[in-house]
């Protein structure tokens, strides 16, 4: 069976695992591997509890990823446009920030590790 994807440019996506969600801009769709190459705008660690703000790492200062298509999913405007808001009055460092580039590593090890298991 062939995985469908409708992602396009620009469009942000979700790669979700545990409690954090990795959100990207889609730069372009590689259907014939099928992966996405994407560029990381935000790591949001959600804690125990719903009243609990997420944890936001700004990640645009980080490296693009070329993930497999099945990871990801669309971004809901009404879940990523808060968390946006608060990374958009600062400018992407030109130093790569290391508590979130560490927060991103992390996050990528950990879900290429469930997938493994899993595939």
């Known amino acids: 069976m062939d995985f469908i ?4 440019p620009r469009q942000i996506v ?3 695992h545990e409690s954090s969600n990795l959100y990207a801009e889609v730069i372009q769709v ?3 591997r099928p992966v996405c190459w994407v560029r990381p705008l935000l790591l949001a660690e959600f804690p ?6 997420p944890l936001i790492y700004d990640l645009r200062s980080t490296a693009d990823l070329v993930w497999p ?4 999913r669309s971004a809901l405007d009404t879940e990523v446009i808060p968390l946006l808001v608060d990374i958009s009055g ?5 130093d790569r920030d290391p508590v ?12 290429w590790q469930a997938w493994q298991e899993k595939g």
Request: hydrophobic share 35%; net charge negative; proline share 5%.
């Open 5 to 8: 994807c409708d992602f396009h």
């Open 14 to 16: 979700c790669l979700q």
């Open 30 to 32: 590689v259907h014939s």
């Open 48 to 53: 125990p509890g719903d009243s609990c703000q």
């Open 69 to 72: 298509l099945t990871l990801f």
């Open 90 to 94: 600062s400018q992407p460092q030109l």
């Open 100 to 111: 979130a580039l560490n927060q991103l590593n992390q996050f990528i090890y950990k879900v």
